[in-house]
């Protein structure tokens, strides 16, 4: 792949304190650093910044909003399990008014970058969402979630039909202005995610993000009963993190350049190191920020040393790494067994 | 008040009752805390598979010091996390943030204020009662909890207050029953003008309502599951009717988790009430 | 559902030592008790035997055998990850003949229940796998392992299409007794596992398995690639266990009375309780057991105490408790939203 | 041998070089090792996220005493369960599982014995000196390192051993060089009957060559990552030649960890040689 271009190895003896330039162009966003917040996450940065300067970091991914407000679910709304945790919030939020009133013109001011995160129940709602972005000052990126179930069908989540997902990504796309970067945040509860990534990316998307969330639930030994309100909930945190390594190297080998933000379950600069050696741009720390809210700025640091220690002198250059040369053991991969 | 990120040290760790009691250091934080306020600690080290923090009230602080300040937690052990909690030994170190969420608000007048815990929750009320003193309230507390060990801290709250009267489900000390059975008439004996509370969520409810009933403002220290503790996940809101007469769902650990005991909607705690800001039900979504 | 009707709550002041009937029908296979141990991470058995008697636990579910012996894939063939675990053996065996001589009448003669899990490459290779099984003394039920590529269409895995799945339970149904249990262990790495498992129990599985491991990687941080020598392996262990609860609950939810093995992580006698409320009949217990070999055993203890402390007379009772009742939420589901 | 499964406590933690020496209670597992056995350990704790056990030669074991049992082990920190390990102290409590694996096979003949160590491989050649010297093998022991603080017990072997040769890469203790520089003379010298290694990968490989070029019989034990360590998972293979000349990948915790050093295809190790009994290319599958 051509973005993965290095000739030389790690330099040993690099000073632990060196710095590099941690620059990063994701599809035209120019950040300092490849280092994201995930939507829903970070709400919209305020809180966060007072643990770290939110303008150091990529960019914020404001937690996914919709048209209207919106309560979301009943409590109990999360649930730890094994080095992760469900959450099923339902998405409550203020709506895209008081978003871009409230929020998005707070980060404006504050000179954060901003990928805007919309959720919709039909495809007419996300491109009503693209239209209301399409005049705001202060959004450098739209990431479309996906993973909401289409009420118009059934309520067949639109991220698991590639026809649905394209749908709503060419309704935003049209809807926005046509340099405006917009990444179709996919989700891993599907059989084929590079089939859903081809679709919308021909349908308009400028990128991808991967992973949402996983369906799962636990139940509660107590009440016998599912211990979430809304029953099942989304799995997220350090468990997912080899799914979502796994659906970033398969989407990037698909497209070598294609712009990817990869995510899930990353809580060390080693551990964004592995997303962007399997091909992703940039990468979001979610589930971690809940953990350590310094979470994003500390693994901005740790990535920075990893990348000095192994010689890199560009985020780019890492990028797509761990796909270099030959593999004679990947091309047989597809004819042997991919599970035991 | 902005909150920090700060590594702590175990000074001590000791039981009292059924609760340990936690000293940590906790440089920058204890200066900007206030009754009401919590932390929420790293639980199980580095490798941990418990990825959430821990929510506890500050009981106390201790500004100055060689430690340049440290605070005390009381813990129930309650699941896998209270647990490795309550094995920490002198010199572990635990990742705390704080001070977290809205306190208690302080009455401007010398008004008799009703001060109500229930098992651990007595924690916030040490600060709390002191302050209110420091303001020449006359403060009076009521303890409950089902049994004599379940009951935290009875002995400084009776130096704290002018009256201490404890409540044990159980009868085994004070009087047998629940706080609510003796709040009205001491409530009426001191002509309070506050009651502050913090305990159970069943107990918070029919103290809010028996403040209601009688006029009283009431201030209420919740307790939801969270996530964060910080603000950004969603996942620790209660119903909260609004200045404006209209019900939200707000996030207990920073618009909280200190409400107006009649502002919370306590019989739907765990639902969405229908008239709810963006209910599924309201304006066809 | 009709499969889980009690009455009585919890019992307080059950005693903590109390024992009860853990007996279990699974289709048919009468067993001891619910816990078995997982295909693959407990050989044909006699490895656990030194640690607990084997045929006190419900049934040895065995290591997938091929027509043929199978030398797997190079190393490194495991790696460790948050609360689980990956692995790429490739399904290294014996095959079939070596199976039934050595390790086959080995079990008969230990006198534990055994199911024999088998894995194709061909549609006709699990047809000819069950005609060999079918005339061998010993075997108590089958597995199918589905989580194979169809080296005639293009490495499709069978468990990935639906069609493709089914074509390989008719062949195992047509070739084997028609009283055996023949179970479908499906793969979670589907849009939808209820379809799957519809298809697959109209072409004659007696049951299903639910889940086979989530695809995923991990990068070596030192090397840069790709840390399995098969790039991609299978996720297990209690990471995954909200994932495996919910694939039971949803095909409990649309099957009442299929036989359902769960598994997916299961480390307690409540991790196991959580799979049975859920609507598993039985449980496999599978990456625990590396971590400790005695665990099948030791769950099927704190299994019994929880059931017993619960006030449940037998297992069976306890099978899709959760499900039990009206819910709302539930009913509006579908038309939530199901992930963030 | 039947391995046992036993919770042991910690008798003794100690830095030795590099090193870690951690002693345990391990109530029947001492009494039936031998020299080459294994044990593996479980890590972190209850509520840990690291789910494998992590596996140990055993360096030493004292049958006897109050402690009904105790065995050594010798920790190199490596990664996240290696430095948990090295962090316990007196009185925790580890799962233990062994002995596992097979050991090394002694002579029945007095013949001359020489025993390499590599890093801490040269833990369970302790033992191993020990039960060769009961039975009147002389041996000769080398041990290499990088440096001089990655080499494992020194002073010891030099009393167990007729001889000791150590060697380090970059000069700080004994000769300059690798312990295959040293071998050939040492086994002519003193007419080498059976050559035993343990260390990493590339020494054995290095090793068990030059003693099959010498017709000289070799036993190596092998470390290869290990999911279970008791022989039902297959993470462990290395490709070894049977008695019947076919080649098979083997389980290196239960044919193994000690192999016949002229029957593992060394430099086939972490690949499925295309001749191997079930291989890819053979037989159209
Ligand atoms: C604002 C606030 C103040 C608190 N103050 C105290 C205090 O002073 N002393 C004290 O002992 N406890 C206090 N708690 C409760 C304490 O946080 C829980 O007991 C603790 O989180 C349970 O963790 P666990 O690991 O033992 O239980 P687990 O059941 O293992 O916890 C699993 C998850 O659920 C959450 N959870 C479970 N129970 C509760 C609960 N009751 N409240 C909130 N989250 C819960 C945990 O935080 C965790 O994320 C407070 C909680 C809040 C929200
Ligand atoms: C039979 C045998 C005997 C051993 N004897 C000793 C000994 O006496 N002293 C000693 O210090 N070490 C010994 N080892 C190596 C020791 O098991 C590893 O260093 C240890 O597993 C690394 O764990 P970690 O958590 O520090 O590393 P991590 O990198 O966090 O381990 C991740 C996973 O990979 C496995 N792994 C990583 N490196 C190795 C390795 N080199 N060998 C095997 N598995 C590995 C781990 O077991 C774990 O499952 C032995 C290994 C084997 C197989
Ligand atoms: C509490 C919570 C809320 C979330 N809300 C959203 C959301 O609103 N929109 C969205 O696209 N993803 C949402 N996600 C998914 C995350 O952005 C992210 O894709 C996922 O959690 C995996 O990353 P992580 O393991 O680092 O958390 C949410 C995740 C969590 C835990
Ligand atoms: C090392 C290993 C080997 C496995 N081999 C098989 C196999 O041969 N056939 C099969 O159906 N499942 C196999 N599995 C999957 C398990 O049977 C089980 O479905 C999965 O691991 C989830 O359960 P767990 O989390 O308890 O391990 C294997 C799993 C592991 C970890
Ligand atoms: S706990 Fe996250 S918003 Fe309150
Ligand atoms: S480590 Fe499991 S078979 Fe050897």
């Known amino acids: 792949m051509t973005r993965a271009v290095i000739s030389s190895g790690p330099m040993p003896g690099t000073e632990p304190t060196m710095h590099m330039d941690m620059a990063t162009d994701l599809a035209g966003i120019l950040m300092p650093s490849p280092v994201l917040t995930a939507s829903g996450c970070a709400a919209a940065g305020r809180e966060l910044d007072q643990f770290f300067d939110i303008t150091q970091i990529g960019a914020v991914v404001t937690k996914s909003v919709m048209l209207q407000p919106r309560s979301g679910r009943p ?20 709506g895209i008014d008081r978003f871009l009133e409230h929020d998005l013109s707070w980060l404006d ?11 919709g129940r039909t495809v007419d709602e996300y491109a009503k969402l693209a239209a209301r972005l399409r005049t705001a000052p202060g959004v450098d990126g739209i990431e479309v979630n996906i993973s909401c179930p289409n009420v118009e069908d059934r309520g067949q989540v639109f991220a698991c039909d590639p026809t649905a997902a394209a749908n709503v990504l060419q309704a935003v796309r049209r809807n926005s202005d046509p340099r405006m970067p917009i990444f179709a945040k996919l989700s891993p509860d599907v059989t084929d995610i590079v089939g859903v990534a081809e679709s919308v990316v021909r349908a308009g998307a400028t990128g991808v993000s991967v992973i949402n969330t996983l369906l799962g639930m636990v139940i509660n030994p107590d009440t016998m009963r599912p211990h979430l309100a809304g029953i099942t909930g989304g799995l997220s945190g350090p468990a997912i993190r080899p799914v979502a390594v796994r659906c970033v190297w398969q989407i990037r080998k698909a497209f070598p350049d294609l712009p990817i933000i990869g995510m899930g379950g990353i809580r060390s600069g080693l551990d964004a190191l592995e997303f962007i050696l399997a091909g992703a741009d940039a990468v979001s720390v979610g589930t971690v920020v809940f953990h350590d809210p310094s979470s994003p700025m500390r693994i901005h640091e740790e990535l920075e040393q990893a990348l000095v220690e192994r010689g890199f002198a560009t985020v780019a250059e890492a990028v797509g790494y761990a796909h270099r040369g030959a593999d004679p053991v990947d091309q047989e991969d597809d004819l ?5 | 008040m902005v909150p920090v990120q700060v590594k702590g040290e175990v000074l001590d760790m000791r039981r009292v009752g059924a609760y340990h009691v ?11 805390t206030r009754p009401g306020h919590f932390v929420t600690l790293g639980i199980g080290g580095e490798e941990s598979s418990m990825v959430l ?20 937690v009381v813990i129930g052990v309650h699941g896998k996390g209270t647990r490795w909690l309550s094995e920490r030994r002198r010199h572990d170190v635990i990742d705390i943030v704080g001070p977290l969420g809205r306190p208690f608000v302080l009455p ?13 929750g007595s924690a916030p009320l040490f600060m709390l009662a002191e302050q209110l003193r420091e303001r020449g309230c006359r403060v009076d507390v009521v303890v409950g909890a089902s049994t004599e060990e379940k009951l935290f801290g009875v002995l400084d709250l009776k130096r704290l207050a002018s009256t201490l009267t404890i409540t044990t489900d159980d009868g085994s000390l004070g009087e047998h029953g629940r706080v609510t059975d003796v709040l009205p008439a001491l409530m009426d004996r001191v002509d309070a003008g506050v009651v502050y509370a913090c305990g159970p969520m069943g107990m918070l409810q029919a103290v809010a309502e028996l403040a209601t009933e009688r006029r009283t403002y009431s201030q209420c220290a919740v307790e939801e599951a969270m996530a964060c503790g910080i603000g950004v996940c969603m996942t620790c809101v209660v119903p909260v009717i609004g200045e404006d007469g209209v019900t939200r769902m707000l996030r207990s ?15 739907d705690v765990g639902t969405i009430p229908p008239d709810t800001l963006g209910a599924p039900e309201q304006g066809g979504h």
Chains 1, 3 share one sequence.
């Open chain 2, 108 to 120: 401007k007048e010398r008004v008799a204020c009703v001060l109500i815990g229930g098992g651990y």
């Open chain 1, 75 to 94: 409590t109990p709304r999360m649930a730890e399990t094994p080095s992760g945790m469900l959450n099923s919030i339902g998405l409550q939020g203020p």
């Open chain 1, 109 to 119: 001011e504050r000179g954060a970058r901003t990928i805007v995160s919309i959720a």
């Open chain 1, 336 to 340: 042997d067994f991919i599970s035991e």
């Open chain 2, 22 to 32: 936690l000293s940590l250091t906790a440089p920058g934080i204890t200066d900007i």
């Open chain 2, 253 to 267: 650990c920073v618009e909280g988790p200190v409400f107006r005991g009649d502002r919370v909607r306590w019989a």
């Open chain 2, 53 to 72: 923090r821990r929510a506890f009230a500050i009981h106390q602080v201790q500004s100055r010091g060689v430690y340049g300040g440290t605070l005390d």
